[in-house]
């Protein structure tokens, strides 16, 4: 009897050993890194969320059939916002090429992940295709489209003057050609104020790391030909930015839109009546801003689009005269529906502080014809401020330009750089400070401030922050700071997601976007940059499937999260440069990253 009991202990002991060890060789969301991985000689972070023992982790084959790496995990912290455990598996010493898993006893194995070079070539390529997916006034083939192929929807060759924007030359209900363009976020209006920083962004990057995009192939109707595809993408909507300027006085138009939005419906379904609006200073000067900086581009491809060049500066010049004679001229949709009919309640976009934008029309301007009236028609360092990037914060699109292109200014600006340029640095100071006491280790996530409507931008835009005081410096700790954001966006997040759709093992699967949503295909359309956590979500969309109310996990994959899971033309910039860059500079970088 004692040898059977004996015996049954020791099998019941065994059985829970087999149990416990079939246990921790589960996959865990748990483990939280960058899905697609690292570059050999980068940091490599995974943080571990919630309750764990400790002690080692393990970096196996994807089979977990060879260790290959053994590490200590952190001691146990805290997370900021939700106060969940967290600790550290920091495996930055680990160079070799290859797919691995990170295993950890009592929590589980990680989504496999490679270390190598170009690793993040993909997502970078990705993210700039995911503007052709979101033409206006096209049909999308399958040769270029695959599965997310499409008839054109919304030609906008009939589109009405609104009463907002009636002038003498140009009543209300004059009949306008304006196609092409980008269809803004999870809607299908088009919008000058966030078309400008969105295509200032891309065209920034190409002129930062020019060689990276040329190339580049994406893919698209125009690669092949003499252009960067990056310049090709861009010009499909300056094609349409051109047409919402008022030839009679320079002056433009606020959006092309619908007085409402659309419902979830495929672009060649949605069939109602489309108008531009009032002309308004912040428009105008997003768009003399975008169209200097496109001249100054596109200058050098004047064989393959001759006269364009020409064509944009002059626009650009126009603009800035109607914003001299103009500048105060607000959009204020509320005020504007009370005055003129149809009611607009699409996406206002409204700004009530042009200082912004007359700085980064004046930079531009200046740095394209390098006429000094430019430069010192507006106070260039008004304040010590030295606010993000957003759509209607676009102070530091000049500041990069004028240091972009320092060597080629005239007195005017140069006595102005050596302050510039102390202060880029000091605020990608100010942004690293503490992100390696982080519990993520990531820049993004200082406050609870950087979790708003689109924060997935703010993570990205702060990595272009970053970079530029890198190009400036040649100190590695900042380019280290803009992957960790990078990285962020690609799944070592409070959520687990990976934001860009089509990427990673735990990628967004149902963003608020029209297309994605009504196309019939289970996957969206790749390559779009998810909102993210939004502190305020559930009061602003009140969608019902937010889990958490801890502000980096205001976050819910579900298309009517249009507060933390739309998509936008002004994120996916800053992702499209980030990732770029990243990748131009891990292959010739100033320093080892």
Known sequence: MRNYITSRICCTFLCLLLLSGLQAQQQSERIRLNQL????AAEKIAVVVGESQGGKFYLKTPDRSKTVYTGQLSQAKP????KKPTRVADFSQFTNAGTYVLDIPGVGYSYPFEIKNEVHKEVADASLKGFYFIRASTALPEKYAGKWNRPAGHPDNKVLVHASAASGQRPEGTVLSSPRGWYDAGDYNKYVVNSGITMGTLLSAYEDFPEFFKAQNLDIPESGNKVPDVLDEVLWNLRW???MQDPNDGGVYHKLTTANFEGMIMPAAAKNQRYVVQKNTAATLDFAAVTAQASRVYRNFSQEFPGLADSCLQASVRAWEWAQKNPKVLYDQNAMNK?????????AYGDRDVSDEFIWAAAELYTTTKKDSYYTAVTMLPDALMPLPSWPQVRLLGYYTLLRHENNLTPAAQKDLPEIKKRVIAFANQLMEGSAERSYRTVMGKSEKDYIWGSSSVAANQGIALIQAYQLTGDKKYLSGALSNLDYLLGRNATGYSFVTGYGDKPVMNPHHRPSVADAVAEPVPGLLSGGPNARAAQQ?????YQSTSPD??????DCSYASNEIAINWNAPLVYLASAVEALQAKPKKDM
């Open 553 to 558: 996990e205001v976050f819910t994959d579900d």
């Open 37 to 40: 991985g690292f570059y050999p």
């Open 541 to 545: 969309d009140k969608c019902t499937t």
């Open 241 to 243: 930015l051109l047409t």
């Open 79 to 82: 997370s900021e916002f939700s």
């Open 339 to 347: 005055q003129f009919e149809p009611d607009v309640t699409t996406g």
